[in-house]
C-alpha cells in the first residue's frame, strides 16, 4: 500500500544530486505542488528527465530558474528562455533527445532492457554531439542509446486509490505511466479525492498501485 503524505513530506525523500524523472508535456501531468516543496527544500545539482522543460512559471521551469538543476535531459525546452544562457555560461548541461528516443530510453530502464537501438540521428547533430553510439547490425547502422533511470519519479494523476492504482486523463498521461516504471522510488500527487482500495475501475487503472510509493493529495481536494 502507498503512504499518503503531505508535499513538503513527499518532497523530503528526494535529495541534492538525484536523478528525478518528472512527467508532463507543457506543464501538463507535472506536480507542481512537489515541485514547489522542492524548491522550498533547496534541493541542489539534480539531474532532471522530463519530455519538455515547461515554463518559467510552471513545470520543470521553475526548477531551472530557481538554480536546482545540474543537467538537463529533454526533448524540447523552447518555453524555457533561461536554458540557452545557462548552458552558455557553463551553469547547466542540456541534453537533447528525439521524443521517441526519449521515452523509450526511460522505457527500455523500467522494463529491463539493455537499451535502445534506433535509426532516429543517423548523420544528424543527434550523433555529432556524441549522443548515442553508432552500430551495425546485420548491415543496418543504429544509434545504441543507454536506459534513463531515476530515483526519483514525480508525476500528477487524476485519481488513485489508497493501494496506489493510478490513472490519468487525457494528456496528462504523458510520460507519466512509463516515468512511473524506471524509478527507485514513485510520488504521484492526486488531483482529485484518493479513494478506498477497490473503488477505482480496474480496467482503467494506467499504473499498479505496486509501482507507487508515496501519494500526495493536491490541496483544495
Not at 505542488?33 to 522530463?50: F, L, R
Not at 521524443?99 to 522505457?107: A, D
Not at 544509434?143 to 494528456?171: C, Q, S
Request: proline content about 5%; overall charge negative.
Amino acid at each position: 500500500m502507498a503512504k499518503i503524505m503531505s508535499a513538503k513530506e513527499a518532497a523530503s525523500y528526494i535529495k541534492s544530486g538525484s536523478v528525478v524523472h518528472a512527467g508532463g508535456f507543457y506543464a501538463v501531468g507535472t506536480p507542481d505542488n512537489i515541485i514547489d516543496e522542492m524548491i522550498a527544500q533547496g534541493v541542489k545539482d539534480i539531474t532532471v528527465v522530463s519530455n519538455d522543460g515547461g515554463t518559467p512559471d510552471e513545470g520543470v521551469g521553475k526548477l531551472i530558474y530557481a538554480g536546482c538543476v545540474k543537467k538537463f535531459i529533454c526533448s524540447w525546452c523552447g518555453l524555457t528562455p533561461i536554458i540557452p544562457e545557462l548552458v552558455e555560461k557553463g551553469e547547466m548541461e542540456l541534453e537533447l533527445n528525439p521524443q521517441g528516443t526519449l521515452v523509450e530510453r526511460i522505457r527500455a530502464a523500467g522494463f529491463g532492457l539493455g537499451g535502445v537501438l534506433t535509426p532516429t540521428g543517423l548523420d544528424t547533430a543527434i550523433e555529432e554531439n556524441g549522443l548515442g553510439k553508432r552500430m551495425n547490425l546485420d548491415g543496418k547502422d543504429w544509434l545504441y542509446h543507454t536506459p534513463l533511470k531515476a530515483n526519483v519519479a514525480i508525476v500528477e494523476a487524476y485519481a488513485a486509490d489508497k493501494n496506489g492504482n493510478l490513472i490519468f486523463r487525457r494528456t496528462q498521461r504523458n510520460f507519466n505511466d512509463v516515468m512511473c516504471t524506471a524509478a527507485d522510488l514513485v510520488i504521484a500527487s492526486v488531483v482529485n479525492p484518493i479513494v478506498e482500495m477497490g473503488e477505482l475501475d480496474p480496467d482503467s487503472i494506467m499504473v499498479p498501485g505496486t509501482f507507487v510509493d508515496i501519494l500526495v493529495q493536491r490541496e483544495g481536494q
